[in-house]
């Protein structure tokens, strides 16, 4: 991946990331009310966080860290390298795995869940994205 693919996805991720700040989640209810405000919702957290593993993969093999296993590897790997704060796996691994549920277990999906993703968690996506844009060459 060149420096202006990195930052081109970085740019899509901040996209993203506005995009699903103005899905409505004033409530729960609110969220609830349309179905669209799920289906946005779910497809740009997908793509969001897709951007974070692909970016985050390409900098582990930038930095000669190996070959991670998992997206969760990857944050490892990261981390033992002093790239990212400590506690960096345990914080954005989460979300990662969130990832995984979307595209593998969709029909158990809790529009609770991501309802509670919008209000709570687009800034730890937000903060990924800044560190990465730190490691990633300009």
Do not use: W
């Amino acid at each position: 991946m060149s420096p202006e693919q990195v930052q081109a996805k970085l740019a899509l991720l901040a996209d993203t990331l506005a995009r699903l700040d103005a899905i409505e989640h004033s409530s729960l209810e609110a969220f609830r009310a349309d179905d669209r405000n799920a289906d946005a919702a779910l497809r740009r957290l997908q793509v969001g966080i897709q951007i974070l593993i692909d970016v985050g993969g390409h900098l582990v093999s930038r930095l000669g860290l190996g070959v991670p296993d998992s997206s969760h590897d990857l944050l490892e790997r990261l981390e033992r390298a002093g790239k990212l704060p400590p506690g960096s796996t345990a914080k954005y691994g989460r979300i990662f795995a969130f990832r995984n549920r979307i595209v593998h277990l969709y029909d158990r999906v809790d529009d609770a869940v991501v309802f509670g993703i919008l209000c709570q968690d687009l800034g730890d996506l937000a903060e990924l994205g800044r560190l990465y844009a730190e490691l990633a060459p300009a």
